[in-house]
């Protein structure tokens, strides 16, 4: 049994971080590259400023385990991974 207290699992999935490259996936199967500007509610809210400059904001979904647009019902998702070189690596 005290192998079993030692066992803590980490998140399966990267961690929403200040300055990190994500894409906005729109409707109609378009993307926009984005950076986060603040990270809030223990990493549950996100605010993101868009290519275009437009600020927007990302609530994770308990359900789907996924960022939405907030307020927005079938809006906008928040990909964390975006391929290419993270802007630490240039």
Known sequence: ???YHRLVL???RSLPRLGARVRIARFGG???PATIVA???DGRRLRVRAEG???LDFVLNRASARFLAAGA???ERLELS???PSPSAE
């Open 73 to 75: 019902a079938g809006g």
């Open 53 to 55: 400059g437009e600020l």
């Open 1 to 3: 049994m005290g192998a």
């Open 30 to 32: 378009v993307y926009e």
């Open 82 to 84: 975006m391929p290419g």
């Open 39 to 41: 990270v809030e509610d």
């Open 10 to 12: 980490g998140p399966s």
